[in-house]
């Protein structure tokens, strides 16, 4: 056969029930060609199935078919990948009898094992072909990685660090200082924190805090506290609609109208003596 298709992989979210077919294109030879993962859409965390319990396949040059055995819950993506096994079995001996179906199946193998190579190499952190080719890439053993970071030196070389270097990072004196606390209390003082003031910051209710502050709250100062608006607090002390009324006049003119009394220039005088009849006031008619 002939190898035209360069994927090695395809997937499929799961439909939660058995005989979920997920067709795939690219060629197989046998049983054992296939890799098939279950995985968690939302978490990633993956499953490799096994063939005949969890899944049966087709294999073929144009591809074939798996079928789920057992069902596939829709939270989850089954992944399909050709996993060619890493060996060469033709055998062909000085004179023998030539067998070009055999050679050709040798080549393909060949072929399909590149092309995974490839889908690896793919999925691998590279650097530009414009890079240096003495660049350093090569991991530090598993003692001096252990418990540190991956990052690259001045040069571009892998390194293994347990903290930025000296000079990568630029912060002002106030930030060295905060840097270099070794404790939150002392990140507290850096930030001029008083002792006192250090001492609310752990309260952990209403109640404690106005304790720490010194504040004997009673149960009807609670009760304003508790209060959403302005209006609220006017009525828990007892304040009438009327008198709510005359709080928000923002003028002695306004708060006459509010009451219904006249104002000075309505009432009639006679030589600075109010005029009167029969004890009650006359006022101007308007």
């Known amino acids: 056969m002939t190898i035209t298709d360069q994927t090695r992989r395809t997937s499929a979210v799961g439909t939660n029930a058995v005989g979920q077919e997920i067709p795939y294109s690219f060629p197989t030879s046998a049983s054992g060609d296939l890799t098939v993962i279950q995985r968690v859409t939302a978490t990633g965390v993956p499953t490799e199935l096994a063939e005949t319990t969890n899944f049966t396949a087709t294999y073929g040059s144009t591809g074939g078919t798996?079928?789920?055995v057992t069902a596939a819950p829709a939270t989850t993506t089954v992944h399909v990948i050709r996993d060619t096994d890493?060996?060469?079995t033709l055998d062909l001996e000085q004179g023998?009898?030539?067998n070009a179906e055999n050679v050709e199946a040798a080549l393909d193998k060949n072929t399909k094992l590149i092309i995974e190579n490839a889908d690896v190499g793919a999925r691998s952190l590279t650097v530009p072909d414009t890079d240096d080719s003495s660049i350093d890439l090569e991991l530090p053993s598993t003692v001096d990685r252990a418990g540190k970071y991956l990052t690259f030196d001045s040069d571009g070389n892998v390194t293994a660090t347990t903290e930025a270097s000296s000079g990568s990072v630029t912060f002002g004196a106030f930030?060295?200082?905060?840097?270099?606390?070794a404790s939150a209390g002392?990140?507290?003082?850096?930030?001029?924190?008083?002792a006192f003031f250090k001492t609310l910051l752990d309260d952990a209710s209403a109640t404690v805090f106005l304790a720490t502050l010194g504040l004997t709250v009673s149960a009807f100062a609670k009760t304003i506290l508790d209060d959403a608006a302005a209006t609220n607090v006017l009525t828990t002390l007892g304040f009438s609609t009327f008198i709510k009324t005359l709080i928000d006049d923002t003028t002695a003119a306004a708060a006459r109208t509010t009451l219904g009394a006249v104002g000075v220039a309505d009432v009639l005088t006679y030589e600075g003596a109010v005029l009167t009849y029969e004890e009650e006031m006359l006022?101007?008619?308007t």
């Open 66 to 68: 798996v079928t789920m």
């Open 86 to 88: 890493m060996t060469q």
């Open 96 to 98: 023998g009898a030539f």
């Open 175 to 181: 930030g060295e200082t905060m840097a270099a606390t």
């Open 186 to 194: 002392a990140a507290q003082t850096a930030l001029g924190m008083s």
């Open 283 to 285: 006022t101007w008619v």
